[in-house]
């Protein structure tokens, strides 16, 4: 009679271990499918100054390369990304 009760217990475990790990699987299936959540405040402040202090970007005349506006050289009115390319002849 213990052999009977041993399986039963031993079969209402597994049984019971297997319905957890499949509703868990579930969860995680649900929650991977939900709409993204909203930033926090601070996080979409932050992110629109990202956005703000963005910098212009600009193509060098000579290699076509682009990079911010602050760091330009003007040579016969074109920019270049560097001096070396402003004073290339031709350019």
Known sequence: MSRIIFWLALVFLVIFAIRSKIRE??????QQFREPRQPAAGQA?????????AETML?????GIFYPASETV???GRDYCSAA??????A
Request: proline share 3%.
């Open 25 to 30: 699987a579930q969860k995680r299936h649900q």
């Open 45 to 53: 402040a932050a992110g629109a100054r990202a956005v703000a202090e």
């Open 74 to 76: 003007q040579a016969r």
């Open 59 to 63: 193509q060098c005349a000579h290699c």
């Open 85 to 90: 390319h402003a004073t290339l002849p031709g």
